[in-house]
């Protein structure tokens, strides 16, 4: 599988972004979907996640402003973020642990994970 996220750009303070990430390849499903992100010289954070039923947790920084959400017939993940701070500057990640090909849950050393959307938010 194939992640590939796309949407991030330069923003002002208290503007908003939306972040895709698509997966390509012959996968019939895939597991918890999560959106990390990394500042230069700051560990990755784990920003949001959402499990194939939906259930949902963001980091206690974005609450309220951030929405993650999935679509399993386009095989997306989404990541709306509003009220952006110049702290939300970073590479934005998209994650999953899982995916299914012919009815089988494959997992990799890591998990599966694109290739990252720079967000910039100006002050």
């Known amino acids: 599988v194939q992640l590939v996220e796309s949407g991030g750009g330069l923003v002002q303070a208290g503007g908003s972004l939306v972040l895709s990430c698509s997966a390509s390849g012959t996968i019939s499903g895939i597991n918890t979907m999560n959106w990390y992100r990394q500042s230069p010289g700051k560990q990755r954070e784990l920003v949001a996640t959402?499990?194939?039923?939906?259930?949902?947790n963001y980091a206690d920084s974005v609450k309220g402003r951030f929405t993650i959400s999935r679509d399993e017939a386009k095989r997306m993940v989404y990541l709306q973020m509003t009220s952006l701070k110049p702290e939300d500057t970073a590479v934005y990640y998209c994650?999953?642990?899982?995916?299914?090909?012919?009815?089988?849950?494959?997992?990799?050393?890591?998990?599966?994970w694109g290739q990252g959307t720079q967000v910039t938010v100006s002050s």
């Open positions: 959402i499990t194939q039923r939906g259930n949902i």
């Open positions: 994650n999953t642990d899982a995916v299914k090909y012919d009815g089988i849950w494959n997992r990799v050393p890591g998990g599966y």
